[in-house]
């Protein structure tokens, strides 16, 4: 397994590019009755917990 970036980085893109599709579905399905999946967390804490999430996993050098 080692070596194998190409491997890696499909899987990371092809995650991120599932959970967007995933997101547009429910926000389209979400848009008529109610706010859009998106506008429902009003609060900077998940964004906070994305960034501190995201900075955690950074790889250090």
Do not use: F, H, Y
């Not at 906070?48 to 995201?54: F, I, K, Q, Y």
Request: net charge negative.
């Amino acid at each position: 397994m080692a070596g194998q970036l190409d491997v890696a980085v499909g899987n990371i893109l092809g995650g991120i590019a599932i959970q967007t599709v995933v997101l547009a579905i429910l926000d389209a399905a979400g848009v008529r009755p109610r706010a859009p999946l998106t506008c429902l967390a009003a609060s900077l804490q998940p964004v906070l917990e994305g960034v501190l999430v995201s900075w955690s996993s950074w790889p250090s050098s």
